[in-house]
C-alpha cells in the first residue's frame, strides 16, 4: 500500500458546508476551492461540494481545470485577469473572473468576448488594501460596467476582510461599513464574509459568504480547534513505519545531531518529511500518534523521514501506522502553532506525492 496518505473525508465536507448554511442561514454560499481545495484534492471537493451556491478559486488555470473536469458551476476568479486572451478565455469557460483594477474596466470596453461574462463582481477595497477599487469608485465603476456589452446580469459587489479572526477588532466594523453603505445605495448583493466572519460576525454575511478554511474542518482561530467550532477536520495525513530500532544514550539522531538521546531510546523512522509538505519547522517539536499514543518527534524533519522516541512503544514494529494530524488528540491547529505559521498552510502544502485517498464518514 502507498504512503504517505491524505485520508479526505467527504461526509465532514459536507458537515461543514451545513454548518455554514446553519450559521448564515439567509445568504447563499460560494465555497472557496482555491489551491487545490486547501490542498485537499479540488475535484472530489467539488463534487462534495455539490450544494453550493457557486465556486471561487483564485486563477483562470485553476477556473479551466474545473470546467475540464466537468464541474458546472459557477466559478468566481478571485485574482482577476489581465488581457484580452485571459477574459476571452474566461468568457469561454463560462468563469467570472472578479474585477478590481480600471485597467480591467478598461479594456473590458475595447474588446468584444465571444459571450459575455456572467456572474460578475466588482471588489472593493474596504481596507485591507489588496485587491480593489475604494468604495468612492465604485457608483463610476458600475456605471461603466452596466453599459458594457461583455457583461450580463448584475453585478455584485465583493470585499474580504484583513482582521475577522481578531474577533471584537473594531477594524472589521471599519471595513463592514462602507459595504453595508454601498449595498443600501445600489441595491446590489454584497459578498463579504470568509470563515472568521461566517462564525464571529453574523452583522457581515448579507447576500452572499465566502468560507474556504471552515470548510475543511479547520479553525480560523488560533485559540480554538475545528471540533471546538462544530466543524469536523476533513484530512487526515497519516503514514507507516519503515523502521524501528535502538541506539545507546549519548548518540545523536538526523542532520546535524539536533537531538541527543539521554538514556537508551528506541527510535522509529516514519517515511513523511518535508517533501512531502510536512514542514521542517517541526523538526523536534511535533509528536505523532501510533498505537493510539503520541510519540515525538526527535531531531530534524528530512525531506523523506521522520525519527521518533519510541521509548514508550514496546510493540512498535515496521508498517504501523503514524498519524500526524486530523484526529482529536492532534489538531493540525496545534502542529501549525508549533511549526510557528496558520493550519491554511500546513494543510495547502501538502505535495502530490503524498496520495489522497476518499473516505465517507
Ligand atoms: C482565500 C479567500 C477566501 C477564503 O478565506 P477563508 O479564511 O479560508 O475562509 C475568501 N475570499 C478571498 C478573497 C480569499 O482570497
Redesign the pocket.
Known amino acids: 500500500m502507498a504512503f504517505p496518505v491524505a485520508s479526505i473525508n467527504l461526509a465532514a465536507l459536507r458537515h461543514n458546508l451545513a454548518r455554514v448554511r446553519a450559521l448564515a442561514p439567509n445568504s447563499q454560499v460560494m465555497s472557496?476551492i482555491?489551491a487545490d481545495a486547501y490542498g485537499h484534492g479540488v475535484i472530489a471537493v467539488a463534487e462534495a461540494l455539490a450544494d453550493s451556491d457557486a465556486f471561487?478559486v483564485a486563477r483562470l488555470s485553476e477556473g479551466i481545470h474545473l470546467r475540464q473536469q466537468g464541474i458546472e458551476k459557477p466559478i468566481v476568479l478571485?485574482e482577476g485577469v489581465n488581457t484580452e486572451a485571459d477574459f476571452t478565455a474566461a468568457a469561454n469557460y463560462q468563469l467570472s473572473p472578479v474585477i478590481h483594477l480600471h485597467s480591467q474596466i478598461q479594456l473590458l470596453q475595447t474588446i468584444t468576448l465571444p459571450k459575455p461574462l456572467q456572474f460578475n463582481w466588482l471588489m472593493i477595497d474596504s481596507g485591507m488594501h489588496r485587491l480593489g477599487i475604494t468604495p468612492e469608485q465604485a457608483p463610476a465603476a458600475l456605471t461603466m460596467l452596466k453599459a458594457c456589452d461583455n457583461l450580463s446580469g448584475e453585478i455584485g459587489l465583493m470585499s474580504?476582510f484583513a482582521n475577522s479572526d481578531l474577533v471584537g477588532d473594531k477594524r472589521n466594523q471599519q471595513q463592514l461599513a462602507p459595504m453595508r453603505a454601498l449595498r443600501q445605495e445600489t441595491g446590489l448583493a454584497v459578498c463579504l464574509a470568509?470563515?472568521?466572519a461566517v462564525i464571529a460576525y453574523p452583522e457581515s454575511h448579507l447576500d452572499w459568504v465566502?468560507?474556504?478554511?471552515?470548510l475543511y474542518g479547520v479553525s480560523?482561530f488560533d485559540d480554538k480547534t475545528g471540533p471546538q467550532l462544530e466543524l469536523e477536520p476533513v484530512m487526515q495525513l497519516k503514514t507507516r513505519l519503515i523502521a524501528v530500532y535502538d541506539i545507546d544514550a549519548g548518540e545523536e539522531v538526523g542532520y546535524g545531531g539536533d537531538w541527543t538521546a539521554e538514556v537508551p531510546t528506541r527510535i522509529g523512522v516514519a517515511s513523511i518529511g518535508y517533501g512531502d509538505g510536512y514542514t521542517r519547522h517541526l523538526s523536534n517539536k511535533a509528536e505523532v500518534l501510533l498505537r493510539g499514543q503520541k510519540a515525538p518527534v526527535v531531531g530534524r524533519v528530512s525531506m523523506d523521514t521522520i525519527c521518533l522516541n519510541l521509548n514508550d512503544f514496546e510493540q512498535a514494529v515496521v508498517g504501523d501506522e503514524v498519524i500526524l494530524w486530523g484526529k482529536a488528540e492532534l489538531p493540525v491547529e496545534q502542529l501549525a502553532e508549533l511549526a510557528g505559521t496558520i493550519p491554511?498552510e500546513l494543510v495547502t502544502v501538502i505535495c502530490p506525492r503524498v496520495q489522497r485517498e476518499l473516505s465517507d464518514g
Open positions: 472557496v482555491k471561487a478571485l474580504h470568509n470563515s472568521a465566502r468560507p474556504g478554511l471552515m480560523p491554511y
